[in-house]
């Protein structure tokens, strides 16, 4: 917390920015080849994309009390932790790819 405070404070930008930068230097140092390491920065990752999944629980329980049985069921399925796993997985991978192009260009800036 301390070092988000004074990255935000030093560097005029916002706790989720402080937070992305943090994960691409994080990952720049991860070895992808030490499964442990690897594996614990992707669930830090995850950890944080999920978030918003978590926060919308409680509106579908409210939704069951205006919803037809069936249409509730319906949203319910839609939402399954199958489909919230691969939508989870498929963020990931995107979000990685995005962060290894910007490790890429401070790569090129920093060897110059």
Do not use: C, G, W
Not at 25 to 32: H, K, Q
Not at 104 to 112: C, G, K, N, P, T
Request: aromatic residues 10%.
């Amino acid at each position: 917390k301390e070092m988000v405070a004074e990255a935000r404070e030093t560097f005029k930008i916002t706790a989720v920015q402080v937070r992305k930068v943090y994960e691409i230097l994080r990952l720049r140092v991860t070895d992808p080849s030490n499964k442990e390491e690897y594996k614990k920065y992707r669930l830090e990752v995850k950890r944080r994309l999920n978030i918003p999944s978590k926060r919308r629980k409680v509106p579908f329980e409210n939704l069951k009390s205006f919803l037809q049985p069936q249409e509730y069921e319906a949203v319910l399925l839609s939402k399954s932790v199958e489909n919230q796993h691969e939508f989870l997985e498929k963020s990931y991978r995107e979000l990685e790819l995005d962060y290894r192009k910007v490790i890429e260009r401070l790569s090129a800036y920093i060897e110059v």
